[in-house]
């Protein structure tokens, strides 16, 4: 596989890319040719202990137009050694220390409850969408944004582009940039303002001020920095579409949720993020010769780790392909086990800190959901794996009636299907 370059199938396969390479090579280590560039897959909880390691460096095996769809220019994803632990300690005081993940998900509990209100009795509203603006308004006030700057359907609009137009290359990386720039603009704007003020405790105020080196940031940067606490928690309404997938798929859930505390949301919401598709794989660069299982890897070789395979892997969780938040109930989650957000420590690593607002958000609206009275009506609900980001192709649209609906759904057998593409 080393002389075959693979960028092609990466588009034409997704998500199924790198678990039918590796199984097509005996599942371990893969050589492989990704962008014109040598590459090595791995995956497994070592993979990812590997990976994680000090040898490795991100932004230089960040693609360009990741980096100016989805996380921006000067961000702390491109940032590697001690300028990113500085920048990254802005971001762990905000989103791992304190209540602030707590706080954020009883806001947009309270904002859906709201939109709940506005949707029963009215013509059907697509899941995706209507979450995602529903954490738009939470997260505005959340972070600080005033009220007369907040334009919350825009911001949900512009954050779910930016995600959705990060692995293609057509009409929607064409709408994620110019979304991007649209935010980044305002929030620019915002940022320059918020300066002229005293300094508060809002994480609009807390990266308005954030200095590195002695120095404040642009005000683009800045604003580039602020979208990153913004939009990772916008694109939950990913995975909140996929909990009302699985909520039609297994009904049986609805009513668990509905009845169970916050263990099994948490429970549930590890599940979504652990069996639903979001980041196919991650890149980093060897900054050295290493070895991994006996594979050599020179120093500049891609080393791409397959997030979807090792969510899906029969050696790491029993019965991948069953939907069971069980497997969640009673015990610790090692650091390098679920990956859907990266692995290792968040404070001094690569590992996304908004990943406990990820969890929380998701409970939250996950068990909110379950406890609204709703139907879906006849859609296609498929989720197509050879799209990145996937989703539910419909966006999971729902009626939600005046009372209760007449009759709940069927119980679906388990032959259905929830995905297609691969696996």
């Not at 059907?124 to 997260?139: C, F, G, K, N, W």
């Not at 954030?210 to 606490?229: F, I, K, M, Q, S």
């Not at 500049?300 to 991948?320: C, F, K, R």
Request: with cysteine; charged share 25%; net charge neutral.
């Amino acid at each position: 596989m080393a002389d075959v370059d693979q960028t092609v199938a990466v588009a034409l396969k997704g998500y199924a890319w790198l678990p039918d390479l590796r199984r097509r090579t005996g599942g371990g280590p893969v050589r492989t040719r990704v962008l014109g560039q040598p590459a090595v897959a791995v995956c497994g909880p070592d993979a990812a202990r590997f990976f994680y390691a000090n040898d490795m460096e991100r932004h230089s095996a960040l693609p360009g137009l990741v980096v100016r769809t989805l996380f921006g220019r000067g961000a702390v994803h491109t940032l590697d050694g001690a300028a990113h632990r500085h920048r990254k300690a802005l971001f762990t005081a905000l989103l791992l220390d304190g209540d602030g993940a707590v706080r954020l998900a009883e806001l947009a509990g309270r904002e859906f409850d709201a939109a709940a209100a506005r949707w029963r009795g009215g013509p059907p509203v697509r899941l995706l969408d209507e979450s995602a603006r529903v954490i738009a308004a939470a997260v505005s006030r959340w972070v600080g944004v005033p009220d007369a700057d907040r334009d919350v359907d825009a911001l949900a609009r512009d954050c779910l582009a930016m995600v959705d137009g990060f692995a293609t290359v057509g009409p929607r990386t064409v709408r994620a940039l110019l979304a991007r720039e649209v935010q980044e603009r305002r929030l620019a704007r915002l940022i320059t303002e918020v300066r002229a003020r005293p300094r508060t405790g809002s994480p609009l105020s807390v990266i308005a001020h954030h200095r590195d080196d002695g120095e404040l940031l642009e005000p683009r940067t800045a604003a580039v920095e602020l979208l990153n606490v913004i939009r990772p928690a916008i694109a939950v309404a990913w995975f909140v579409a996929f909990a009302g997938h699985a909520m039609d798929m297994w009904p049986r859930l609805q009513s668990r949720l509905r009845t169970g505390d916050d263990e099994d949301a948490r429970a549930f919401a590890h599940e979504v993020r652990r069996f639903y598709p979001f980041a196919p794989f991650l890149g980093a660069r060897a900054t050295r010769d290493l070895f991994f299982q006996g594979e050599p890897i020179p120093a500049g070789t891609l080393v791409l780790l397959d997030v979807y395979g090792q969510n899906h892997d029969p050696q790491v969780w029993p019965d991948p392909y069953t939907f069971d938040p069980d497997r969640f109930l009673g015990r610790e989650i090692g650091e390098f086990e679920l990956i859907p957000q990266g692995g290792g420590d968040p404070r001094t690593g690569h590992r996304c800190p908004g990943e406990q607002v990820t969890v929380a958000l998701l409970g939250t609206l996950s068990r909110r959901l379950a406890e609204l009275d709703h139907y879906l009506p006849p859609q296609d609900t498929t989720i197509d794996l050879s799209r990145i980001p996937a989703r539910p192709r419909e966006g999971i649209v729902l009626v939600v009636p005046e009372g209760r609906p007449a009759a709940a759904p069927a119980e679906v057998s388990a032959s259905r299907s929830p995905v297609s593409g691969g696996s």
